[in-house]
């Protein structure tokens, strides 16, 4: 533990925020136990440091996070870079990343830092180079290099096992897709609580495309029932417009088109109010091509 390093993370949050070390120090220790954690030469006790983390307004695992990983920053804003390309799916510029960090002793001497990176080679190595044989090598051996048992996973491994699905999903390998979703929901709910409330999101979502490609219908729309109440519950919009449509596009392909109107109804609101026009076209247009078939039959 480099306790140097933490301390000088506490005084510039401190001055960041404009507290005097009198003043952090308030209630919780000593001003000159403040100055001696900040030099380094003390480490304050569990107790202490959550008390100053509150104060400072951060996680109390955002100071081990620094004591254990030099340059901790530089790390969250590769990862914050990575997290970016694989949402907006540029993943020539998540290659670029990782190629340029690959030596990088941050990555190549911290066991979780080279995860992250494994992890992201096994996304481009099939989304740039189409080769699904490295890509699930490289996966499987991003959770080897984790510290875990078969009997749990965190979010870490459960996103590993989420990039594995949308690869097996788009070779159309469905039930080796539902496999592994299915693992994953096993281990998520398993854990007590989810710093990332989309990985749910994702995983229902995910389970419902791959049932509608079984022509399981039902299973589909309760994976996407549950989501969406996920998503109302945790307050967040993220892939809502999304399920609503992939709830109502089951139901049509039942041929029950009052049910799949209700919910397309719903995605078209969401995604009108997000500004994505293409999909709001795209319902609308399949709206005119219902009525026709009602004024045909």
Same mark, same amino acid.
């Given at each position: 533990?480099?306790?140097?390093?933490?301390?000088?993370?506490?005084?510039?949050?401190?001055?960041?925020?404009?507290?005097?070390?009198?003043?952090?120090?308030?209630?919780?220790?000593?001003?000159?136990?403040?100055?001696?954690?900040?030099?380094?030469?003390?480490?304050?006790?569990?107790?202490?440091?959550?008390?100053?983390?509150? &104060?400072?307004?951060? =996680?109390?695992?955002?100071?081990?996070?620094?004591?254990?990983?030099? &340059?901790?920053?530089?790390?969250?804003?590769?990862?914050?870079?990575?997290?970016? #390309?694989? &949402?907006?799916?540029?993943?020539?510029?998540?290659?670029?990343?990782?190629?340029?960090?690959?030596?990088?002793?941050?990555?190549?001497?911290?066991?979780?830092?080279?995860?992250?990176?494994?992890?992201?080679?096994?996304?481009?190595?099939?989304?740039?180079?189409?080769?699904?044989?490295?890509?699930?090598?490289?996966?499987?051996?991003?959770?080897?290099?984790?510290?875990?048992? =078969?009997?749990?996973?965190?979010?870490?491994?459960?996103? %590993?096992?989420?990039?594995?699905?949308?690869? %097996?999903?788009?070779? &159309?390998?469905?039930?080796?897709?539902?496999?592994?979703?299915?693992?994953?929901?096993?281990?998520?709910?398993?854990?007590?609580?989810?710093?990332?409330?989309?990985?749910?999101?994702?995983?229902?979502?995910?389970?419902?495309?791959?049932?509608?490609?079984?022509?399981? %219908?039902?299973?589909?729309?309760?994976?996407?029932?549950? #989501?969406?109440?996920?998503?109302?519950?945790?307050?967040?919009?993220?892939?809502?417009?999304?399920?609503?449509?992939?709830?109502?596009?089951?139901?049509?392909?039942?041929?029950?088109?009052?049910?799949?109107?209700?919910?397309?109804?719903?995605?078209?609101?969401?995604? =009108?109010?997000?500004?994505?026009?293409?999909?709001?076209?795209?319902?609308?247009?399949?709206?005119?091509?219902?009525?026709?078939?009602?004024?045909?039959?």
């Amino acid at each position: 533990m480099d306790f140097s390093a933490v301390g000088k993370k506490i005084k510039e949050l401190r001055k960041q925020i404009g507290l005097s070390q009198e003043e952090l120090a308030e209630g919780i220790c000593t001003q000159a136990q403040i100055s001696k954690i900040e030099k380094g030469v003390v480490y304050p006790y569990a107790t202490t440091l959550y008390l100053i983390s509150k &104060r400072l307004g951060v =996680d109390v695992n955002y100071f081990f996070d620094i004591g254990m990983t030099p &340059r901790l920053d530089y790390v969250q804003e590769v990862s914050h870079q990575l997290k970016i #390309a694989r &949402r907006t799916m540029n993943y020539q510029e998540m290659k670029e990343i990782v190629k340029a960090e690959e030596n990088n002793p941050l990555f190549t001497q911290n066991k979780q830092n080279h995860q992250l990176l494994v992890w992201h080679k096994g996304i481009y190595e099939y989304m740039v180079n189409h080769d699904i044989d490295k890509a699930i090598q490289y996966l499987e051996e991003a959770i080897s290099l984790s510290d875990i048992t =078969d009997k749990m996973y965190s979010e870490r491994e459960i996103e %590993y096992l989420l990039s594995m699905g949308v690869i %097996y999903f788009e070779e &159309r390998l469905y039930e080796k897709a539902l496999c592994t979703y299915k693992l994953a929901l096993t281990h998520m709910n398993h854990l007590p609580y989810l710093n990332d409330k989309t990985i749910k999101t994702r995983l229902f979502y995910n389970s419902s495309r791959v049932s509608t490609r079984l022509e399981d %219908y039902e299973a589909s729309i309760i994976y996407c029932t549950k #989501a969406i109440k996920w998503c109302l519950e945790e307050d967040h919009l993220y892939l809502l417009a999304e399920l609503h449509y992939h709830l109502g596009y089951n139901y049509e392909l039942q041929n029950n088109y009052k049910q799949a109107k209700k919910y397309m109804e719903r995605a078209r609101l969401i995604f =009108d109010l997000q500004k994505q026009n293409r999909f709001v076209t795209f319902i609308d247009e399949k709206f005119k091509v219902w009525e026709a078939l009602v004024e045909t039959n």
